[in-house]
């Protein structure tokens, strides 16, 4: 529709990272793909008008059910069951390597996106939402990046432009889904 | 933690019905439960110091699954395997329908709870989520409502006391899950 274009703040982008993220034991792993993850944030990144949403998997197993799903609602039975899912699933850019996602954003918009990585921990010098937020008004463009298993790993967020304050409800508990998670996220910085 | 009960919020309480809620043509059904929705949303309820998680379904071996899963992250290997699973699954109440959970807040608190349906359509008079975190002040009971498939069935919109105004993104699309609706909503009344 093209009152959703007008809308659209094609200066975010959302990567969800299976490598390299850490196991229960803070071990870096590579995480095997939860197919609710690409539907719920696939709805969010749609619903906040977001444009890309980038599924990193470096492994071709994991890769081939990414577009197992992706296939299924955009081009078979699904699409005709439930177009909504289908328009959510368009997002989806399949890549291999976090390094893949910056280049294709650099290639498209034609300038490196400032990273922001997301985590339930907090980490010195991490920026609050309110100044995201005013960030995203210039034009730059900007990777929100999100891990899945036990988080995203310390190389990840120390070689990252900016770290997200982590979410907070009204208690000690922070293990919120990453699809609840991102969600939020974009709740918070785009939502009305 | 003690520190955790100080802040809970023991006046909201949340119900995710799986009756009556509608299909796709609109007609009411039993939807079926989404083990999935049972994690995320006990998950936010932890996470943003809700006391009880009401999962509303009046088919037996629907419960059945529900039960099993609980137990599995309550009693069984799930337990010790993912403690945090544990503390978010111990915050749901099974039970047959609205009517009971709202017998059983009134039981417990000593005064009716004010019902609020959730929706992801406009409703005449629905009420802002500034005005019902304002509400949320007084000592009230408040019962979020949450349905599953598409959305709950007119009649329990009708009969609540108030209508939540839908999410909004930046754009016209208004699918998000179930999951990640319920955390939004969570978020932009009990968020830090």
Same mark, same amino acid.
């Given at each position: 529709?093209?009152?959703?274009?007008?809308?659209?703040?094609?200066?975010?982008?959302?990567?969800?990272?299976?490598?390299?993220?850490?196991?229960?034991?803070?071990?870096?792993?590579?995480?095997?793909?939860?197919?609710?993850?690409?539907?719920?944030?696939?709805?969010?990144?749609?619903?906040?008008?977001?444009?890309?949403?980038?599924?990193?998997?470096?492994?071709?197993?994991?890769?081939?059910?990414?577009?197992?799903?992706?296939?299924?609602?955009?081009?078979?039975?699904?699409?005709?069951?439930?177009?909504?899912?289908?328009?959510?699933?368009?997002?989806?850019?399949?890549?291999?390597?976090?390094?893949?996602?910056?280049? !294709?954003?650099?290639?498209?918009?034609?300038?490196?996106?400032?990273?922001?990585?997301?985590?339930?921990?907090?980490?010195?010098?991490?920026?609050?939402?309110?100044?995201?937020?005013?960030?995203?008004?210039?034009?730059?463009?900007?990777?929100?990046?999100?891990?899945?298993?036990?988080?995203?790993?310390? !190389?990840?967020?120390?070689?990252?432009?900016?770290?997200?304050?982590?979410?907070?409800?009204?208690?000690?508990?922070?293990?919120?889904?990453?699809?609840?998670?991102?969600?939020?996220?974009?709740?918070?910085?785009?939502?009305?």
């Amino acid at each position: 529709m093209a009152s959703d274009k007008l809308i659209n703040r094609t200066n975010v982008h959302v990567a969800l990272l299976h490598y390299p993220v850490l196991n229960k034991s803070g071990e870096t792993i590579v995480s095997a793909v939860t197919p609710m993850d690409l539907h719920d944030i696939s709805r969010a990144v749609r619903t906040y008008g977001v444009d890309q949403f980038f599924v990193v998997t470096p492994l071709k197993d994991q890769q081939k059910l990414v577009r197992s799903v992706i296939d299924h609602w955009i081009q078979g039975y699904g699409a005709t069951y439930n177009p909504t899912r289908r328009k959510a699933l368009e997002t989806v850019r399949l890549t291999d390597t976090l390094e893949s996602v910056k280049l !294709e954003i650099r290639s498209l918009d034609r300038v490196a996106p400032r990273v922001v990585v997301t985590s339930s921990r907090e980490h010195p010098a991490s920026i609050s939402f309110e100044t995201l937020g005013g960030m995203l008004d210039d034009d730059k463009p900007h990777l929100l990046v999100f891990g899945t298993a036990w988080g995203l790993a310390p !190389e990840v967020i120390q070689e990252a432009d900016y770290c997200l304050r982590p979410i907070r409800g009204r208690t000690a508990y922070n293990h919120l889904s990453v699809r609840s998670a991102a969600t939020v996220v974009l709740d918070r910085l785009l939502g009305c």
